[in-house]
C-alpha cells in the first residue's frame, strides 16, 4: 500500500510538473518526533523531499517522501523511519514575499527498530496535516519552515510528527 501511494504521487506529480512553469522541488532537514506509549520520545533526524505544483490559485498539491535515523543510546539500538504522502497545501499570502500555509492529505509511515539483532517494523497509514510559512529569498528559491503532523494512532508508537527547515526551488 506505501509503495503504490508513493509511485502514484511521484507519477501525477512528475506529469503535471512538465504543464507547469511553477512547479517546484523543496529539500527540508527535519526532526521527526516519535512518542511511544510510556511516554517516551524518539528523535529520528533526517532529510525529508517534496514535489509540488500549483493547481488553482493559493492552492497545489504536493508529495513528501522522507527519512529519518536515531541511533543514541535507548531501548532500541537503532531506530528509524520514513513516510512519503500526498496533500492539498493552500497559501495566505503575509505582505509581498511571504506565505502562511495549511496542507492536508494522507501520508503512510514506517518505522523500523533494531533490538539486540532483530529488526522490527511497524507501519502507519493515514490523515496528516501541517503548517508552515515560506519566505522568498531570490526570484527561483523560498525558504520554508513547517510542522507536521503524520499519525496519531493508539500502539506502541502513538504519535509522530515532524519540524522541518529547507528551501524550495522553482522550476
Known amino acids: 500500500m506505501r509503495k503504490r501511494l508513493i509511485i502514484a504521487t511521484l507519477f501525477a506529480l512528475m506529469a503535471a510538473t512538465s504543464a507547469s512553469a511553477s512547479s517546484y522541488i ?9 512518542q ?3 511516554d517516551g520520545e524518539l528523535n529520528p533526524v533526517g532529510l525529508r523531499f517534496r514535489l509540488g505544483m500549483p493547481i488553482a490559485d493559493n492552492l497545489d498539491i504536493e508529495g513528501h517522501f522522507g527519512f529519518g535515523a536515531d541511533a543514541r543510546d535507548s531501548a532500541y539500538d537503532n531506530f528509524g523511519t ?17 506565505a502562511f500555509y495549511a496542507l492536508g492529505g494522507y501520508s503512510a509511515v514506517t518505522l523500523t527498530q533494531e533490538v539486540n ?45 515532524a519540524v522541518s527547515l529547507g528551501i524550495k526551488f522553482y522550476f
Do not use: H, Q, W
Not at 26 to 34: A, E
Open 26 to 34: 523543496t529539500i527540508d532537514g527535519t526532526s521527526v518526533t516519535v
Open 36 to 38: 511511544d506509549n510510556l
Open 82 to 98: 520514513t513516510y512519503a504522502g500526498a496533500y492539498l497545501k493552500g497559501y495566505v499570502p503575509i505582505g509581498f514575499n511571504s
Open 117 to 161: 539483532g532483530s529488526e522490527f517494523s511497524d507501519e502507519r497509514y493515514g490523515f496528516s496535516y501541517g503548517a508552515g510559512l515560506e519566505t522568498k529569498i531570490s526570484r527561483r528559491a523560498d525558504l520554508t519552515a513547517d510542522y507536521m503532523r503524520y499519525v496519531r494512532d493508539e500502539g506502541l508508537f502513538r504519535d509522530i510528527s
